[in-house]
């Protein structure tokens, strides 16, 4: 089996930015959680439900356990992405810009997802979770 052509295609998919953004959302998120936790601009209940955030993903409880593959991670994303779009809901648009290290457009397409994530959310729970 020759494995050169997977080979390049792999690496010219990895070169594409899209691909690379998407690859990188993550950590950026990561890197820009800490940002907005020390930033006097972000309400004091947001830094809360980011401490929240960051204490369930470091857990050993999950909603689902991890050892099922696939579902057992779909519990955290479907987490992250209510929690980011609890964030971006409450976050100046400028402070969330200013903290992003990706493209615009990248934290554009994540705050999309996450609302759509959002409106699957009982509005009791989202109530609960980010109220100010």
Not at 9 to 17: D, E, W
Not at 25 to 42: F, N, Q
Request: one cysteine or more; glycine letters at 6%.
């Amino acid at each position: 089996m020759n494995l050169v052509p997977l080979g390049r295609a792999v690496g010219k998919a990895l070169a594409s930015s899209w691909l690379r953004e998407v690859l990188l959302c993550l950590p950026r998120i990561a890197l820009m959680v800490p940002k907005l936790m020390v930033d006097e601009r972000v309400p004091a209940r947001t830094k809360l439900g980011l401490a929240a955030l960051a204490a369930y993903l470091v857990s050993p409880w999950d909603l689902v356990a991890d050892f099922i593959p696939g579902i057992g991670q779909l519990d955290d994303a479907v987490v992250i992405l209510l929690f980011v779009d609890g964030v971006l809901n409450q976050v100046d648009d400028a402070v969330l810009l200013e903290h992003w290290t990706g493209e615009e457009r990248t934290l554009r397409r994540l705050q999309a997802l996450a609302g759509i994530v959002s409106r699957w959310t009982p509005e009791r729970v989202k109530a609960f979770l980010f109220r100010n």
